[in-house]
């Protein structure tokens, strides 16, 4: 047998197994030396470190710095708690400084009985656990109600339990500050009106929509204020973060709203309405009590008001004051516009005298008088004292349509007189092309034109103003919560007829007193002037009319006068001739005089003839 010394060697190799020089250096090339595969090994895992380690600083930056999703702020966010700090509403004075209203603040304490568990709070520099028949007994104390019942109002598995109501702010303090997450307060609000239905209508109420009527409506943003809030962090157990955001927005309560209403005038305006509204049983009767040198409104007065503490029984109209929403036609309290419009102008001096006959026919309409007379040469002042529909046709006629129209829109007609209250009526006055031929007369003595009671005070207002028309104001002042007071400038007043054309008109409706048909309206101890009015009431289905509307609107004293007076009475029922309102305006502008301590008049009433020379009964009472 051949041995392996005997057999040859293979390709490649030398005898001996070494390895022919060519083949052995190809060989070396092929298999990595030892340490060459560790270095590299090594280089790749540090270059995945690395390349990780980049990965994770990008991320981190990526979440951290650009944070595109508010990541930190989700966090905060959860660990955020957030407490409403109510506003205090602000109160309502009158002219005087009574309140009128003012809110008490109370809180409602609620809690999440799904939520009731043991707690931990910080007390000091320690931290104490509350189990919840800790909570039961500090609750108890706290808003002095029996243990059982505030047991009984956590426990269950409602998210919302009523705990305690009508809570005091400081008791409301004291029990968020026991720490329990799941007690929270509701604030409530309850506003109290101290006169009740003394100026109810005027100064509004509250209903669970919010505000809604008079003063707490058109004023909501001024006596609402601005609710504050208060955040803090608290950690995963529900322990609040000492070194954690705190920060707190105080409370900026409402203003103070004083108004020019005058509570006691108020009240006795009220009840003398009520009074003659119950006595003729009229459907409703308002009054208006004004300050002439400035128009402030002193009163606004009617049959029936809402008491803001309890109106679920209140009539519909008595929401708002009627003298500044209810439209009717004025009658012939007009007639003082028209008289004025004719004087001004030039066509007419209170002395200048009319033929004024039994009936008027003109263009074919019949205008009658509201009591019999033969044909009587009248003087303008006579014909408005007797308060004569024919005499002031054939007055007014001097006027072209647009000079009636223009007049009686420099008077206010047909405009809102701009009175802060909500809800105020525009009136009804047609422009002259759309008037038919009746109405181009009728609206000369307040037929055919509507208005409310208080545009019809302006325009008196103006002649007792010295001609010059001013808005009327309602609103004295408004005071922030510092106690700083914001400047209210009034509008500049319009004049509408000279300062003569005013006295000789004022020196007119002294006459309707003193010698024409509404001596009632005397007031003993001042000079008074003043014009009556009845109009026929538009029945509420539109099919013609219904009852009368009666009114008287006057001014004392009537030399200087500083107080205006308006009293109307809706559906009076009863004779035309004993339906009338000088008695309660008597009443109320003496009442008014005596409050304001106005000096008793010291010179003699004018004396105006109502009739040309040796015509006429002088001691005749004309009509309404």
């Keep these: 047998m051949d041995s392996t010394e005997d057999r040859p060697p293979r390709s490649g190799e030398q005898r001996g197994g070494e390895p022919r020089d060519g083949a052995g250096a190809e060989a070396s090339k092929a298999a990595p030396r030892p340490a060459q595969g560790i270095l590299r090994r090594s280089f790749l895992g540090i270059s995945a470190f690395l390349a990780v380690l980049a990965v994770l600083a990008g991320r981190l930056f990526y979440v951290q710095a650009i944070d595109p999703v508010g990541r930190a702020e989700q966090a905060l966010e959860r660990r955020r708690r957030t407490q409403v700090e109510p506003a205090l509403r602000g109160e309502i004075h009158d002219a005087g400084g009574a309140?009128?209203?003012?809110?008490?603040?109370?809180?409602?304490?609620?809690?999440?009985?799904?939520?009731?568990?043991?707690?931990?709070?910080?007390r000091g520099d320690a931290i104490e656990e509350v189990s919840p028949e800790e909570l039961v007994y500090q609750l108890a104390d706290l808003l002095d109600l029996p243990d059982r019942e505030v047991m009984e109002s956590l426990d269950?598995?409602?998210?919302?339990?009523?705990?305690?109501?009508?809570?005091?702010?400081?008791?409301?303090?004291?029990?968020?500050?026991?720490?329990?997450?799941?007690?929270?307060?509701?604030?409530?609000?309850?506003?109290?009106?101290?006169?009740?239905?003394?100026?109810?209508?005027?100064?509004g109420f509250l209903n669970s929509e919010g505000a809604a009527g008079g003063i707490e409506q058109q004023f909501d943003a001024d006596l609402a204020g601005e609710d504050g809030e208060r955040s803090y962090e608290i950690s995963a157990d529900g322990i609040r973060i000492p070194v954690g955001e705190d920060v707190n927005r105080p409370a900026r309560n409402g203003k103070t709203v004083r108004l020019t209403i005058d509570r006691d005038i108020q009240y006795f305006a009220q009840q003398q309405v009520r009074a003659r509204a119950e006595e003729l049983d009229a459907e409703w009767g308002t009054a208006v009590v004004m300050r002439v040198s400035d128009g402030a409104v002193l009163a606004l007065a009617d049959s029936s008001t809402i008491d803001p503490n309890d109106f679920s029984d209140a009539d519909g109209g008595d929401f708002s004051p009627r003298a500044v929403t209810h439209l009717t036609e004025p009658g012939s309290t007009e007639k003082v516009l028209t008289a004025a419009a004719v004087i001004d102008s030039g066509h007419s001096e209170p002395t200048t005298e009319f033929d004024v006959p039994a009936q008027l026919r003109i263009d074919g309409e019949l205008i009658t008088d509201s009591f019999e007379h033969g044909d009587e040469r009248r003087t303008?002042?006579?014909?408005?004292?007797?308060?004569?529909?024919?005499?002031?046709?054939?007055?007014?006629?001097?006027?072209?349509?647009?000079?009636?129209?223009?007049?009686?829109?420099?008077?206010?007609?047909?405009?809102?007189?701009?009175?802060?209250?909500?809800?105020?009526?525009?009136?009804?006055?047609?422009?002259?092309?759309?008037?038919?031929?009746?109405?181009?007369?009728?609206?000369?003595?307040?037929?055919?034109?509507?208005?409310?009671?208080?545009?019809?005070?302006?325009?008196?207002?103006?002649?007792?103003?010295?001609?010059?028309?001013?808005?009327?104001?309602?609103?004295?002042?408004?005071?922030?919560?510092?106690?700083?007071?914001?400047?209210?400038?009034?509008?500049?007043?319009?004049?509408?007829?000279?300062?003569?054309?005013?006295?000789?008109?004022?020196e007119i409706m002294e006459v309707v007193v003193t010698e024409g048909g509404a001596k009632e309206a005397a007031v003993p101890g001042w000079r008074v002037g003043g014009k009556t009015g009845t109009a026929e009431a538009p029945a509420d289905d539109g099919s013609g009319f219904d009852g009368y509307t009666t009114s008287f609107v006057g001014m004392a004293p009537i030399d200087d006068p500083e107080y205006l007076v308006a009293v109307v009475m809706h559906r009076p029922q009863g004779e035309v001739t004993a339906i009338g309102t000088t008695v309660a305006f008597s009443r109320i502008m003496r009442a008014v005089l005596q409050h304001y301590r106005v000096p008793r008049s010291t010179t003699d009433p004018v004396e105006i003839p109502k009739f040309a020379d040796g015509h006429g009964d002088g001691d005749r009472d004309g009509g309404q």
């Design 380 to 506: 303008l002042a006579g014909i408005i004292a007797d308060s004569m529909n024919t005499g002031t046709v054939l007055a007014g006629k001097q006027l072209s349509r647009q000079e009636r129209y223009d007049w009686f829109r420099k008077f206010g007609v047909g405009s809102p007189t701009g009175i802060e209250l909500p809800g105020e009526g525009q009136g009804l006055f047609a422009e002259p092309d759309s008037w038919d031929v009746r109405q181009q007369y009728t609206i000369l003595f307040g037929q055919g034109v509507s208005q409310t009671p208080l545009q019809t005070v302006m325009a008196y207002q103006a002649i007792a103003n010295d001609g010059v028309k001013l808005t009327p104001k309602i609103v004295d002042s408004i005071t922030d919560a510092d106690g700083e007071e914001e400047d209210r400038p009034a509008p500049e007043g319009s004049r509408v007829v000279s300062s003569d054309t005013a006295r000789k008109m004022r």
């Design 99 to 122: 309140v009128l209203a003012r809110s008490i603040q109370r809180y409602k304490i609620t809690v999440d009985q799904s939520a009731v568990t043991s707690f931990s709070r910080i």
């Design 156 to 203: 269950g598995d409602s998210r919302y339990a009523v705990v305690a109501e009508d809570v005091t702010p400081d008791v409301y303090n004291a029990v968020m500050d026991l720490g329990a997450e799941f007690l929270y307060g509701e604030a409530v609000s309850k506003r109290s009106y101290p006169d009740g239905s003394v100026g109810g209508s005027v100064v």
